[in-house]
Nanobody, 124 residues
Framework: QVQLVESGGGLVQAGDSLRLSCTAS????????MGWFRQAPGKEREFVAA????????YYADPVKGRFTISKDNAKNTVYLQMNSLKPEDTAVYYC?????????????????WGQGTQVTVSS
């Protein structure tokens, strides 16, 4: 079992930056691929970014490419999402996720561990 806890969300203005953190505990060895998803009001949860178990491979959804960066600190069992040049369209609850059976994954169906989410609100 793996427990994930997100932090770092908040209220910012367009153009600002935020850094989200997701700390894993429990059987972290079972956490292979990790990723970030978000769910905006009235919309379905969507993929944001993913990172492979080794931290070498990263993937991003088109709307965040060039603005967001996913990274990890294995010593701290923490995954980060650096969000720059935030837009009102980025407003959502952001969730981190981990897969116990894939090295890298882009679909929510491939993740079996989820955090409770952290709110990111971007005003214009």
């Amino acid at each position: 079992q793996v427990q994930l806890v997100e932090s770092g969300g908040g209220l910012v203005q367009a153009g600002d930056s935020l850094r989200l953190s997701c700390t894993a505990s429990g059987r972290t060895s079972s956490s292979n691929a990790m990723g970030w998803f978000r769910q905006a009001p009235g919309k379905e949860r969507e993929f944001v970014a993913a990172i492979s178990r080794g931290g070498v491979l990263t993937y991003y959804a088109d709307p965040v490419k060039g603005r967001f960066t996913i990274s990890k600190d294995n010593a701290k069992n923490t995954v980060y999402l650096q969000m720059n040049s935030l837009k009102p369209e980025d407003t959502a609850v952001y969730y981190c996720a981990a897969s116990s059976y894939r090295r890298v994954a882009l679909s929510s169906d491939d993740y079996d561990y989820w955090g409770q989410g952290t709110q990111v609100t971007v005003s214009s």
